[in-house]
């Protein structure tokens, strides 16, 4: 299908774990961005991409690894899962650059760290 | 700091009332995105702009680049439009974006 995909939609993990959050988009948008929303603090970017192998950090992009190969991929790692990473994440892309171009959002993955 | 404010953080508004929603920023912008995030957690984009005023339907965007200030307007409010609806902001130094923490608006029939 069409559009912008996120995988998995909920997960559980222990603390120290290493985890992978994928995102995937059909549209060949040359931006991706992986944000966290906390309640209290709103969305929050830990990533973005330029392009296949052109990534930068966001305001908060520590314990944290981002990765793209592909146009169409950007996974989120979190290398050694913690507590304060339980959040909900959400991947988006975009056709324009910088803040030019409406956003496009995936559903959202729910991670609760133990 | 919060470098983008919203208010108010909830709103309670009868069907048909006009309803009218906040969002000032303390950075500089290329642009100012509204998005609106539904109780199952779905976000969509529903204006990006960067001077003046946009409308789509019953929706209306403005913003006031000198006094950092945007303002999301509904008319003729239903039930249908109940969600969280967020200000997001472009700073014109960098690539990052920074974002409200939402307004939550109910509307009742």
């Known amino acids: 299908d069409a559009g912008i995909t996120q995988s998995p939609r909920y997960k559980i993990t222990e603390t120290g774990r290493q985890v992978t959050l994928m995102c995937h988009q059909t549209?060949?948008?040359?931006?991706m961005f992986w944000y966290r929303q906390d309640l209290g603090h709103g969305l929050r970017l830990i990533y973005y991409?330029?392009?296949?192998?052109?990534?930068d950090k966001g305001e908060v992009p520590d314990g944290y690894v981002v990765s793209r190969s592909k146009t169409e991929n950007f996974p989120l790692t979190l290398e050694s899962a913690t507590r304060s990473q339980t959040s909900v994440y959400f991947c988006?892309?975009?056709?324009?650059?910088?803040?030019?171009?409406?956003?496009?959002f995936g559903p959202g993955t729910r991670l609760t760290v133990t | 700091k919060n470098e983008v404010e919203q208010s108010p953080q909830n709103l309670t508004a009868q069907e048909g009332e006009f309803i009218t929603i906040n969002c000032s920023y303390s950075v500089g912008i290329s642009a100012l995105h509204w998005l609106q995030q539904h109780p199952g957690g779905g976000i969509v984009s529903l204006f990006m702009l960067s001077s003046g005023k946009k409308k789509h339907g019953r929706l209306i965007a403005t913003i006031n680049i000198q006094e950092k200030h945007s303002s999301l307007h509904i008319t003729a409010s239903h039930p249908r439009d109940s969600a969280v609806y967020i200000c997001?902001?472009?700073?014109?130094?960098?690539?990052?974006?920074?974002f409200g923490t939402g307004t939550s608006l109910t509307v009742i029939p």
């Open positions: 991409s330029a392009a296949a192998d052109i990534t």
């Open positions: 997001a902001v472009h700073r014109n130094t960098g690539n990052q974006f920074y």
């Open positions: 549209w060949s948008h040359s931006y």
């Open positions: 988006a892309s975009s056709g324009l650059a910088g803040g030019s171009g409406e956003q496009y």
